[in-house]
């Protein structure tokens, strides 16, 4: 048996996210872009602010994020932030977590 990770690089470009913000998850929310491991209280904060943005992105799978805590991490929580992306790739901080 063997298993073939496609990744979801295709998703990211139909919605136009770019591929340096990419992790393992995307979404589409209520028009906005939602990439990787974003807590839901930043995409809370998100849909009720509305900024003129493409979307939220969390690079990567850091520990500690949601998803990727729990026992077998063992507690370890690194810090992370989530971006606010731009509709032309830009980016800033949306939230930090530490």
Known sequence: MSAVDQGNGAARARLGMPQKFGSCHTALIQGYVIEGHVPATDIQRLLKEK???LGLAV?????????????????RRDAYQVLL???DGSAQVFSSHP
């Open 51 to 53: 900024p003129q943005a």
């Open 59 to 75: 690079p990567g799978m850091p520990i500690g994020s949601p998803g990727m805590d729990g026992p077998v991490y063992g507690g």
């Open 85 to 87: 992306v731009g509709k």
